[in-house]
């Protein structure tokens, strides 16, 4: 009687405990249940590799985990998809843009120092990205009429951006070479005339003297006038002395030092004399771009991650809308809670007191399951609920195996209390073995499959496990418990009168 108190009180614990774990860890909804945008990555081969192996698959997923860790975005998963693909997916994240945009760059950081006698054309080159990057920057920030802005009458347009005058920008295009393509708005042609300046600039400087491999860590800072955002960077021991000699080198020249991200310039300093005796010292610099909050966290963000040692093309993005996702819960939950509906009115009509027992047991057995996704944690997608739905019906399967056995005994004639204990031990067998080569399958599933698949194998390999637990344990102590009480104690609760023997009858 002891014993049979201790498991009580064990299984009442452990309900609390559920609960609470419940209340204090909301469930991980998984995309399709969320919302949210998906990518694939498809990993292309460069230089001398001419096919992607596991290895180098497994550099870029490190490298872009640490970039996705970095934009801030909660709970996202990248998985690795065949042999050269990965998959990420982004809960609750409507415009996948940015993340695409700041995942797709190599992020090749390199330092290169102006070759001698180039000053004059620099100049000019890096006047004329200036003024073009200016009027572009205008042109893209521009923005309806919103009659709450401040001074602006209500109805009236915003004055019109500043444009490049015609006759510059035709000037500036035959210089380089380039030819105005047809209907091209204003914005194209600066795109176009930047794109052509850059690759100029670029073609100035010598080859690297050291590129962003000894980097330690990249942040930002607003600068001093509040008008834009810098770019800082941290080297380790030897990127810091290289630093300080390159900056040497070049202290008090005219020559400039270019800061190259994936070969475009994104910033062209000088260095002042007072650096000539030993260079910028202290394993510190800063990128000053003139970038907006948002370039400078992104920039951060890719040089936080690192390189990525191969590069990478989007393939597909897809979103998944938050009403889809709701829905997606709806319909889950009608489906969960009907079946478990279906499957308790089925035990309670065929299986009678022990049929409401297992009604019981399934229930705690849900709690335990939803506790332990919560607890672990494990992300719920639509594959995952199908798993879970999955093992109740493992969870009643053995539940049947238990009465059918405690119903052979009472036909056979054997006592109410020795037919429970004898029903329970026939059945322990039998469902150690389906659960064994269930368990073998889930593990089979996990290591083997992809993402939905490794999802729907863990959230049926957690309601196996828990599955025998409630079996073994909750229905056998509460058919106990329920047989401590003597008006309960009728063979005919478990077997109609006709199938009972007429002793027992």
Same mark, same amino acid.
């Given at each position: 009687?002891?014993?049979?108190?201790?498991?009580?009180?064990?299984?009442?614990?452990?309900?609390?405990?559920?609960?609470?774990?419940?209340?204090?860890?909301?469930?991980?909804?998984?995309?399709?249940?969320?919302?949210?945008?998906? $990518?694939?990555?498809? *990993?292309?081969? %460069?230089?001398?590799?001419? +096919?992607? +192996?596991?290895?180098?698959?497994?550099?870029?997923?490190?490298?872009?985990?640490?970039?996705?860790?970095?934009?801030? *975005?909660?709970?996202?998963?990248?998985?690795?998809?065949? &042999?050269?693909?990965?998959?990420?997916?982004?809960?609750?994240?409507? &415009?996948?843009?940015?993340?695409?945009?700041?995942?797709?760059?190599?992020?090749?950081?390199?330092?290169?120092?102006?070759?001698?006698?180039?000053?004059?054309?620099?100049?000019?080159?890096?006047?004329?990205?200036? +003024?073009?990057?200016?009027?572009?920057?205008?042109?893209?920030?521009?923005?309806?009429?919103?009659?709450?802005?401040?001074?602006?009458?209500?109805?009236?347009?915003?004055?019109?951006? #500043?444009?490049?005058?015609?006759?510059?920008?035709?000037?500036?295009?035959?210089?380089?070479?380039?030819?105005?393509?047809?209907?091209?708005?204003? %914005?194209?042609?600066?795109?176009?005339?930047?794109?052509?300046?850059?690759?100029?600039?670029?073609?100035? =400087?010598?080859?690297?003297?050291?590129?962003?491999? &000894?980097?330690?860590?990249?942040?930002?800072?607003?600068?001093? @006038?509040?008008?834009?955002?810098?770019?800082?960077?941290?080297?380790?021991?030897? !990127?810091?002395?290289?630093?300080?000699?390159?900056?040497?080198?070049?202290?008090?020249?005219?020559?400039?030092?270019?800061?190259?991200?994936?070969?475009?310039?994104?910033?062209?300093?000088?260095?002042?004399?007072?650096?000539?005796?030993?260079?910028?010292?202290?394993?510190?610099?800063?990128?000053?771009?003139?970038?907006?909050?948002?370039?400078?966290? &992104?920039?951060?963000?890719?040089?936080?991650?690192?390189?990525?040692? $191969?590069?990478?093309?989007?393939?597909? /993005?897809?979103?998944?809308?938050?009403?889809?996702?709701?829905?997606?819960?709806?319909?889950?939950?009608?489906?969960?809670?009907?079946?478990?509906?279906?499957? %308790?009115?089925?035990?309670?009509?065929?299986?009678?007191?022990?049929?409401? *027992?297992?009604?019981? %047991?399934?229930?705690?057995?849900?709690?335990?399951?939803?506790?332990? =996704?919560?607890?672990?944690?494990?992300?719920?997608?639509?594959?995952?609920?199908?798993?879970?739905?999955?093992?109740?019906?493992?969870?009643?399967?053995? @539940?049947?195996?238990?009465?059918?056995?405690?119903?052979?005994?009472?036909?056979?004639?054997?006592?109410?209390?020795?037919?429970?204990?004898?029903?329970?031990?026939?059945?322990?067998?039998?469902?150690?073995?389906?659960?064994?080569? !269930?368990?073998?399958?889930? /593990?089979?599933?996990?290591?083997? !499959?992809? !993402?939905?698949?490794?999802?729907?194998? /863990?959230?049926?390999?957690?309601?196996? *496990?828990?599955?025998?637990?409630?079996?073994?344990?909750?229905?056998?102590?509460?058919?106990?418990?329920?047989?401590? =009480?003597?008006?309960?104690?009728?063979?005919? =609760?478990?077997? #109609?009168?006709?199938?009972?023997?007429?002793?027992?009858?």
């Amino acid at each position: 009687m002891a014993r049979q108190q201790g498991w009580v009180a064990l299984i009442l614990a452990l309900a609390i405990a559920a609960g609470v774990v419940l209340v204090t860890f909301p469930l991980q909804l998984g995309l399709d249940l969320r919302g949210g945008s998906q $990518l694939t990555l498809q *990993v292309m081969p %460069a230089g001398a590799i001419r +096919q992607v +192996q596991a290895e180098q698959l497994e550099a870029v997923q490190e490298v872009l985990d640490r970039r996705i860790n970095s934009l801030g *975005v909660a709970e996202s998963t990248l998985q690795r998809v065949g &042999d050269d693909q990965l998959l990420l997916q982004l809960p609750g994240e409507q &415009d996948p843009s940015r993340a695409a945009r700041v995942l797709g760059t190599t992020a090749l950081l390199e330092f290169r120092v102006q070759k001698p006698g180039t000053e004059q054309e620099m100049q000019g080159l890096l006047r004329l990205k200036t +003024q073009a990057s200016a009027v572009l920057g205008r042109l893209k920030n521009r923005r309806p009429a919103d009659p709450s802005t401040p001074g602006l009458p209500p109805g009236a347009t915003p004055p019109p951006a #500043p444009s490049f005058p015609a006759e510059e920008m035709a000037k500036a295009f035959s210089a380089l070479g380039l030819e105005v393509p047809a209907g091209a708005s204003e %914005a194209d042609q600066l795109e176009l005339l930047l794109a052509e300046v850059n690759k100029r600039v670029v073609a100035l =400087y010598e080859p690297a003297a050291f590129t962003g491999r &000894d980097l330690t860590g990249a942040g930002r800072q607003q600068q001093a @006038n509040g008008t834009g955002w810098d770019v800082t960077l941290n080297f380790n021991r030897a !990127g810091g002395e290289a630093f300080a000699r390159l900056t040497q080198s070049i202290a008090g020249t005219n020559r400039l030092l270019g800061i190259v991200l994936d070969g475009r310039s994104i910033s062209e300093a000088s260095v002042g004399e007072q650096f000539k005796a030993a260079g910028i010292t202290g394993g510190a610099a800063s990128i000053s771009g003139n970038f907006t909050a948002e370039e400078a966290r &992104d920039l951060e963000v890719q040089l936080r991650g690192g390189s990525l040692p $191969l590069p990478i093309k989007i393939i597909e /993005v897809r979103t998944v809308g938050p009403t889809l996702g709701a829905e997606n819960i709806r319909s889950s939950l009608v489906a969960a809670l009907g079946g478990l509906a279906l499957v %308790a009115v089925f035990m309670v009509v065929v299986y009678r007191l022990p049929g409401f *027992v297992s009604v019981l %047991a399934l229930l705690l057995y849900s709690l335990f399951n939803l506790a332990a =996704y919560a607890l672990i944690p494990v992300t719920l997608s639509l594959p995952g609920i199908a798993g879970f739905i999955l093992s109740v019906g493992m969870a009643v399967d053995a @539940n049947v195996l238990i009465f059918e056995r405690v119903k052979e005994e009472l036909r056979g004639g054997n006592s109410l209390i020795r037919s429970i204990d004898t029903g329970f031990s026939l059945a322990f067998s039998s469902i150690i073995d389906g659960h064994a080569t !269930g368990l073998i399958s889930c /593990v089979a599933l996990f290591a083997l !499959g992809t !993402g939905l698949v490794k999802g729907f194998a /863990v959230t049926l390999a957690i309601g196996l *496990v828990l599955s025998l637990f409630t079996a073994l344990t909750c229905t056998r102590t509460l058919l106990r418990l329920l047989m401590s =009480y003597p008006s309960l104690r009728r063979p005919t =609760y478990f077997l #109609p009168v006709r199938e009972l023997p007429s002793s027992a009858a």
